[in-house]
């Protein structure tokens, strides 16, 4: 049965103002309200990297998330846990005091080569996403071009799976990356050829929550978008996705509780 990743922004300005957590009291509400609504996952983030965001420093990406992480390792000490980060330090400095959790790649190593070894060398879980240029170019026109975007995301996730292989990581999960380095019509392509990723036989993520390939299609805001998040959802598991990340966990939760039972009665 497929699984909810709940999002847990600890950032001042993230893409949706309804996921940005501050302060101690914030956090935890939004910690058991994950937990509460059936998500298997909580991913914490400290690093926006929606188009336009401010750049941050690594002290202060991890100021944000060495307490966040240390709230929700107390108070739920069972509840598997995802850093959303691309920098090797942070990842080394919350392994080294908090133990295990999965580690949440946006650039799948290419941000810096010490990330894939390290999480090999210590057997941290793996989220690759394919991402081309940087969080300020990702859609310039050239790294939202493709010619065949399935195939070329595909061809891109074998050469790193390999490297991951090579690396030592073992448990490695895909995203295909919705909203990054795509167009509008390029993430319905992708959304469209999601089975095709099968292939690789890694564990598959859909991060579509309340993004702009919503919004721009349907001429709406991303609090708007409820509606179309549950749509896209569901066409993610219909081509077998195994991870939903989103904002409204009950919903995604319900949504696979419903897939789930449909196909224990499919022909």
């Keep these: 049965m497929p699984v909810v990743m709940g999002i847990l922004n600890v950032t001042p300005d993230s893409f949706y103002a309804k996921s940005r957590m501050s302060g101690e009291k914030d956090i935890l509400t939004r910690a058991e309200t994950i937990v509460a609504e059936g998500g298997t996952i909580i991913d914490v983030g400290a690093y926006s990297s929606r188009p336009g965001a401010a750049d941050i420093s690594e002290d202060e990406e991890y100021s944000r998330l060495r307490p966040t992480m240390a709230l929700v390792k107390k108070h739920f000490p069972d509840v598997f846990i995802s850093v959303d980060t691309f920098r090797s330090n942070i990842v080394r400095k919350l392994y080294e005091e908090f133990g295990s959790f999965i580690v949440n790649d946006i650039s799948a190593g290419d941000f810096d080569d010490k990330m894939i070894p390290y999480a090999g060398k210590n057997g941290l879980p793996y989220i690759a996403m394919h991402l081309r240029g940087t969080p300020k170019t990702m859609h310039n026109a050239e790294n939202c071009t493709y010619e065949d975007i399935v195939a070329e995301i595909i061809s891109y996730f074998v050469r790193k799976k390999n490297q991951l292989l090579d690396a030592g990581v073992t448990d490695?999960?895909?995203?295909?990356?919705?909203?990054?380095?795509?167009?509008?019509?390029?993430?319905?392509?992708?959304?469209?050829?999601?089975?095709?990723?099968?292939?690789?036989?890694?564990?598959?993520?859909?991060?579509?929550?309340?993004?702009?390939?919503?919004?721009?299609?349907?001429?709406?805001?991303?609090?708007?978008?409820?509606?179309?998040?549950?749509?896209?959802?569901?066409?993610?598991?219909?081509?077998?996705?195994?991870?939903?990340?989103?904002?409204?966990?009950?919903?995604?939760?319900?949504?696979?509780?419903?897939f789930d039972m449909v196909n224990k009665y499919s022909v």
């Design 172 to 258: 490695i999960i895909i995203d295909p990356g919705f909203g990054f380095a795509k167009s509008l019509e390029g993430n319905y392509q992708l959304l469209a050829g999601l089975d095709a990723f099968k292939i690789l036989e890694q564990p598959l993520l859909a991060g579509i929550s309340r993004k702009s390939m919503f919004c721009k299609l349907l001429n709406i805001t991303p609090d708007e978008s409820l509606a179309a998040t549950i749509a896209g959802n569901i066409l993610a598991l219909q081509r077998g996705a195994d991870i939903l990340r989103v904002h409204d966990v009950k919903e995604a939760y319900d949504t696979i509780k419903v």
